[in-house]
Structures are given as C-alpha cells and as structure tokens.
C-alpha cells in the first residue's frame, strides 16, 4: 500500500498545473502573478512574481521552507516590488506546482542535494533574463540553500538574507594530520543524538530523524485531526501566538539540553507531528484573531500538500541535513570558503529555530559569515517571520537592499 501511494504521490507531482485551480484560493493581492517558467535544471518551476511590469529591475530571489510555499512570501513581495525590484518566489524542488521531480520516498536523492539547488536557483534566474540578483533570502529549509547559493556564486548572488536557519560554513577538513596534528574529533551525528534522546525520561526523538522516514509522509498527510487542521495546530505551535515559546541559546548538543526545546524539535518518542502538534490546536477565538493565517490561508497549504503529499518536501531533511555521507563530501568541496557578500540574519525573538544547532549563530556571525551587517530578532514573531510580521520583515529586507546592494545593481 506504502508503494502504491508513493508511485501516486510522484504521479501527482507531474500533474500539469495548468489543469489546476488558481493558486493561492484567492487570497494572493493583486501585482502578484503565478506564472510556471520550463527548462529550469530539469524542472518547470511554479513562482509567484511581482515588479514584472516595469524591465530591467533588479532582481530578489526568495525561498520559502518547510511545510510551506512560494505562496509563504506574498506578504513581503509587494513592498520589495514597490522599493524597485523584480521579485521571484518559486516553489522549490519537492514543493507545489513545481514539477519535474520524483515524489516517491525511494526516488534518487541527489536532485535534492544542495548543490544542485543551488543549480535550480541560478537556472531560474538565468531563464527569467536576470545574471545576478540583489538579494537571495531564505526562510527554514530554504536558508541553507540561500547561505551555499552565496557561498558558492557571489557573482550571481549579490547579498543574502538568512531568515530562522543560522548557517553554520562548510564542515571542515582534517588540517595538518601529516606533521602530526589530531585530526577532529568526529561530531555527534543526529542517531548519536537520538539514541541519548531515547534514554530521557519520557523517551524522545529529534524532529529531524523523524522527517526522515517513510512514515513521516503517512502520520502527516492522513493527520487523524484532518490536514486542514494538522497546518492550523503546526503553524500555530510554531509562532509567537503560543506563549510557551521562550527561547534561548543551548549550551550543547546534548540530550538533556536539546530536550529543553518544545515538542516540534523534540518530540516523544513514541509519536508522529500530526500527534505532537494536535494538543496545540488553537481554539476558534484565537483562530479567528489569527489576522497573519486566515483560514483561507491555510486551505492553501492543505491543499496542494493535498496533492503533492510530503515527500518530495522531506527530501532535504535527508541528503542535506545531518551526517549524510555523500552531501557531507559535496561540501567539504568548499572548506575554508565563507559568505563574503553583504548577508543579513532575520529570526523571530519567539523561535527556537535560531538556536536548534547550538553555537550555530556564533560560528554564523564570527566565520561563516565575513560581511553579516545585522542580526535581527523581530518581536511578534515565531518561526514564521515573514507571514507573523510582514511590515517589519519588509523594512528590514528593503534597508538592506538599500544600504548594501542599490548601487552595485542586480542584473
């Protein structure tokens, strides 16, 4: 049955969306266009994309994360738009109407590799007429394909923004073990990280381990409380509307201090996220003071989850997340190699996600990132900053573009 629906599952992701319904349930403001582009590093990529009227502006590439959608940025895309630039939202590789790619859990990973997002990146900007931007930001799994876009082509990408993922630099490489320096002590991989979890009282798991099972796709997509549901208590858990999100920087990688973060990171051993977050589903009041999430809103992501399943979305968290050995060696291609253009980090103050990795934002700040001109905590927000606080989010985007990168221009 598992089998059946994964070879479902990339049926449907090559569904043609031209025979889908309008994108966006009729919630996506005017000046913003869905639009699907061909012959983009094997793909036919969905986007949104505002400022397209006026030519030769410069342009923004955003990418959205996990469970979300090109549709994640339309609040920030018209006050880019109105500042001067064309800006491009696509639906990466796994997610949306994108399609091009193999939906089923045992589909070859290494379309989802790093590297070869960034090639999906550059590709779309490439064919959208544009030789550079000047600004690639990412929010969640979107900020480390962002961060190694920067790394790898400066040239093309100009400046970057990393929203609620700090990126840590390539894992380095053993140095000087021929004259007889100790080569690096190995680090905890998430299944060493998971077996200490296992031994905690009640016994848990980390949240990535989980997003890389076969079953993942199953407890989420057939969530008992309903998918609509399911994206309600998520995105609500995730957000600075519930209270009990209080973060602060773990001392290690450890059990016992991972442990400490919420149940979305750290979940019970013995339970799926559709279980996890349905104790956190918010009542009818507070969903309907939810200005930032309208219903609507959320029918959005049930639905075309809906149809892709999650899958394809789950790819990353195994080929470019954690100890895996192939992406590990792709990497390790740019050991010593830091972000060297303009890069701004943006997080919200009620997010756990800016302290995951432990000691993450201090090698960000210090090495990964040799021109990090702010680091911004937005109040009011949780995970999802640029949905929670969009006027913020945009003034801070647009500063930047202004301070940094208007005179070097972005095509």
Not at 343 to 348: D, E, K, P, T
Request: aromatic share 10%.
């Amino acid at each position: 049955m598992t089998r059946a629906r994964d070879a479902a599952a990339a049926g449907q992701a090559r569904t043609d969306a031209a025979r889908l319904p309008p994108y966006g349930n009729g919630t996506i403001p005017p000046g913003i266009r869905s639009r699907t582009v061909a012959g983009v590093n094997g793909l036919t990529v969905h986007m949104l994309e505002s400022g397209y009227d006026t030519p030769d502006r410069p342009a923004v590439l955003l990418l959205h994360g996990f469970p979300e959608l090109a549709f994640s940025w339309r609040k920030v895309m018209l006050p880019l738009a109105s500042a001067g630039y064309h800006v491009i939202a696509p639906d990466q590789r796994g997610y949306g109407r994108t399609t091009g790619w193999d939906g089923s859990y045992d589909a070859d990973p290494d379309p989802f590799r790093g590297l070869n997002m960034v090639r999906d990146a550059t590709g779309l900007v490439y064919a959208l007429g544009h030789r550079s931007v000047a600004m690639v930001a990412g929010h969640d799994a979107g900020a480390p394909v962002a961060s190694w876009a920067a790394l790898v082509r400066p040239d093309i990408f100009r400046s970057v923004v990393i929203m609620s993922s700090p990126f840590e630099g390539p894992p380095p490489l053993p140095f000087n073990t021929a004259n007889g320096a100790a080569p690096p002590a190995p680090a905890p991989t998430d299944d060493d990280l998971d077996a200490d979890l296992a031994k905690l009282s009640p016994p848990r798991k980390y949240y990535q381990n989980y997003q890389r099972t076969r079953g993942a796709n199953e407890n989420m997509l057939h969530a008992p409380q309903g998918l609509h549901a399911f994206f309600r208590a998520y995105y609500h858990y995730k957000s600075a509307d519930w209270r009990e999100n209080k973060p602060r920087p773990l001392k290690a990688r450890i059990a016992s201090e991972m442990a400490q973060m919420p149940t979305y990171y750290v979940m019970e051993k013995d339970k799926g996220m559709a279980e996890t977050v349905a104790p956190f589903m918010p009542s009818a009041a507070e969903i309907a003071a939810c200005k930032w999430l309208t219903e609507a809103e959320v029918d959005v992501y049930a639905t075309e989850y809906a149809r892709t399943q999650f899958t394809g979305a789950l790819q990353g968290y195994r080929v470019r997340r954690g100890s895996d050995p192939k992406s590990l060696a792709e990497m390790r291609t740019f050991s010593g190699r830091s972000i060297d253009v303009p890069s701004m980090f943006v997080g919200g103050k009620s997010d756990w996600g800016t302290y995951q990795v432990p000691g993450a934002v201090d090698r960000m700040r210090t090495s990964a990132c040799t021109r990090m001109v702010r680091f911004h905590l937005v109040d009011g927000a949780g995970h999802w900053v640029q949905q929670e606080q969009p006027e913020q989010v945009s003034a801070l985007l647009v500063r930047f573009l202004r301070d940094q990168v208007s005179s070097s221009g972005g095509r």
